[in-house]
């Protein structure tokens, strides 16, 4: 299993960016895929993932209406769009699956579970929004 994160960069503040995950080495028999970030010296928190058993997507409450993961099973990728980026966005930006099935607790950052927990990892990307 691997799994390729890139697309990072440098970006202005109200600017947009997409990432990408490819994966490689499995096709359709995960729980779920999405996105961590982490800052330096902060605990990594999970950004956004999508259940691959109905699609459905789960996102860090404070992303809403600005973050939007997606997939193309065909490609065997996995996209997160970001807009209306802000300085606080900059971190390295891990995407992570599951291939365990696994009960995940409410959590008040997402309104619900965040139901990833990252059996693989990719190597990250690194987003900078500064002007």
């Known amino acids: 299993v691997q799994l390729q994160a890139f697309g990072g960069g440098l970006v202005q503040p109200g600017g947009r960016l997409r990432l990408s995950c490819a994966a490689s080495?499995?096709?359709?028999?995960?729980?779920?895929i999405g996105w961590f970030r982490q800052v330096p010296g902060k605990v990594r928190e999970g950004v956004a993932c999508?259940?691959?058993?109905?699609?459905?997507?789960y996102y860090l409450n404070s992303l809403k209406g600005r973050f939007t993961i997606s997939r193309d099973s065909a490609k065997n990728t996995v996209y997160l769009q970001m807009n209306s980026l802000k300085p606080e966005d900059t971190a390295v930006y891990y995407c992570?699956?599951?291939?365990?099935?696994?009960?995940?607790?409410?959590?008040?950052?997402?309104?619900?579970?965040?139901?990833?927990?990252?059996?693989?990892w990719g190597q990250g990307t690194k987003v900078t929004v500064s002007s």
């Open positions: 992570a699956a599951d291939f365990t099935r696994r009960k995940f607790p409410y959590d008040s950052d997402y309104g619900g579970p965040f139901p990833l927990f990252g059996d693989y």
């Open positions: 080495g499995f096709t359709s028999d995960y729980y779920a």
């Open positions: 999508i259940s691959n058993s109905d699609g459905s997507t």
